[in-house]
């Protein structure tokens, strides 16, 4: 296919990135102003480069055209949460939004892949509008603590240096690595909980030395 026909279809997707990561900044934005605690810290967009589509469509025996319905990923979102507990609150806001419609959702979170990777993935149908008029396409959000993004990043990273062939030692470091992480995010959760129990009694405490 052609570079200009690529750039053609791309281009909605491009458009569906960059309204979406506006849109969850935005969501950090009016937590932020209310003095509330925000669940999302971070949000980050790409458009899938060409090359990891075509390698994806490869890999998953998919023609040419039918591409954009097979590749759910070619738009794709990654929110970054500080604890295990946001992810639920980013999945409902998601969730009770209108301009999202919900295709499906994958618990990795619960439900760990074999290589270790853990994230909340959610596709969603958007619509974005265009010359030609709306065009409605599918984007993946991923929602992942910022300890799961680390192993993802470092897992990513040695996953395009070794293609399929990962030494069997880096696999098991790489699970080790995966559990240790799980039992970060559960002492950061701990942790998450006392302070927010003390910031309660301190509230209660500050309302009822106000009444007073
Ligand atoms: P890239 O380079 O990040 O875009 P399926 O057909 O459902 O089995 P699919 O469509 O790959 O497989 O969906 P899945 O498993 O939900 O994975 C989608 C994306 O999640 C991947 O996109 C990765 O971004 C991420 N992901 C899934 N598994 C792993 C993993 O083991 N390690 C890491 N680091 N990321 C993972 P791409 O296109 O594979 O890669």
């Known amino acids: 296919m052609e570079i200009q026909l690529w750039r053609k279809i791309l281009d909605p997707y491009i458009l569906a990135v960059d309204e979406l990561v506006v849109k969850f900044n935005h969501i950090i934005k009016e937590y932020r102003e209310s003095g509330e605690y925000s669940p999302i810290e971070q949000v980050d967009g790409r458009v899938k480069k060409i090359s990891s589509i075509l390698e994806k469509a490869q890999k998953k025996k998919v023609n040419l055209e039918d591409i954009e319905a097979q590749i759910e990923d070619i ?27 919900i295709k499906s959702e994958k618990d990795y979170i619960n439900n760990q892949k074999a290589s270790g990777y853990r994230s909340y993935h959610i596709i969603i149908y958007y619509k974005v509008e265009t010359l030609k008029g709306p065009k409605k396409l599918q ?74």
């Open 75 to 101: 738009a794709g979102i990654r929110i970054i949460c500080q604890f295990v507990e946001d992810i639920d609150k980013v999945v409902d806001i998601i969730r009770n939004r209108e301009d999202m419609e």
């Open 139 to 212: 984007a993946e959000i991923q929602i992942r603590t910022l300890a799961m993004n680390f192993w993802a990043t470092i897992e990513h990273s040695l996953q395009y240096k070794y293609k399929q062939n990962m030494p069997e030692h880096i696999k098991m470091r790489l699970l080790n690595a995966a559990n240790a992480i799980l039992v970060l995010d559960e002492e950061m959760s701990v942790v998450r909980s006392e302070i927010m129990d003390s910031q309660n009694s301190f509230n209660i405490k500050a309302n009822i030395v106000a009444d007073i």
